[in-house]
Protein backbone atom coordinates (compact mmCIF):
# COMPACT_ATOMS: atom_id res chain seq x y z
CA UNK A 1 0.00 0.00 0.00
CA UNK A 2 2.81 2.52 0.82
CA UNK A 3 4.53 1.34 -3.08
CA UNK A 4 1.63 2.78 -4.27
CA UNK A 5 1.54 6.44 -2.79
CA UNK A 6 3.42 9.03 -4.96
CA UNK A 7 6.87 9.00 -2.99
CA UNK A 8 6.47 5.94 -1.71
CA UNK A 9 7.58 5.97 2.34
CA UNK A 10 8.58 10.17 1.14
CA UNK A 11 5.06 10.36 0.66
CA UNK A 12 4.02 13.50 3.34
CA UNK A 13 1.31 13.12 4.71
CA UNK A 14 -1.37 15.27 7.27
CA UNK A 15 -0.88 18.46 7.63
CA UNK A 16 0.69 21.01 9.87
CA UNK A 17 -0.88 20.90 13.41
CA UNK A 18 -2.43 17.19 13.42
CA UNK A 19 -0.58 14.61 15.25
CA UNK A 20 -1.89 11.11 15.13
CA UNK A 21 -0.58 8.68 17.79
CA UNK A 22 -1.33 5.20 17.52
CA UNK A 23 -0.65 3.38 21.31
CA UNK A 24 1.52 5.79 22.35
CA UNK A 25 1.29 4.93 25.76
CA UNK A 26 0.99 1.58 25.34
CA UNK A 27 4.82 0.71 26.73
CA UNK A 28 4.68 3.55 29.01
CA UNK A 29 4.49 2.55 33.25
CA UNK A 30 1.69 4.72 34.63
CA UNK A 31 3.35 8.05 35.57
CA UNK A 32 4.84 8.43 32.44
CA UNK A 33 1.70 8.08 30.47
CA UNK A 34 -0.01 10.67 32.79
CA UNK A 35 2.84 13.21 32.16
CA UNK A 36 2.40 12.45 28.38
CA UNK A 37 -1.46 12.66 28.81
CA UNK A 38 -0.44 16.41 30.40
CA UNK A 39 1.55 17.16 27.54
CA UNK A 40 -0.83 16.32 25.17
CA UNK A 41 -3.72 18.26 26.78
CA UNK A 42 -1.72 21.33 27.08
CA UNK A 43 0.08 21.19 23.57
CA UNK A 44 -3.62 19.78 21.88
CA UNK A 45 -5.17 23.88 21.93
CA UNK A 46 -3.23 24.63 18.73
CA UNK A 47 -3.15 20.80 17.40
CA UNK A 48 -5.73 18.37 15.99
CA UNK A 49 -4.79 15.02 18.75
CA UNK A 50 -6.06 11.90 17.34
CA UNK A 51 -4.89 9.34 20.56
CA UNK A 52 -5.71 5.87 19.43
CA UNK A 53 -5.07 3.39 22.52
CA UNK A 54 -6.70 -0.01 23.91
CA UNK A 55 -7.00 1.19 27.50
CA UNK A 56 -8.92 4.29 28.90
CA UNK A 57 -6.97 5.70 31.11
CA UNK A 58 -4.93 7.30 28.76
CA UNK A 59 -7.67 8.87 27.00
CA UNK A 60 -9.07 10.46 30.66
CA UNK A 61 -8.13 13.73 31.23
Known sequence: ??????EGYDTIIGEPGLLLADEAT?????????DLA????????RTTTLLVAHRLTPLQA
Open 1 to 6: MIARLP
Open 26 to 34: SALDPETEK
Open 38 to 45: ACLIRGGA
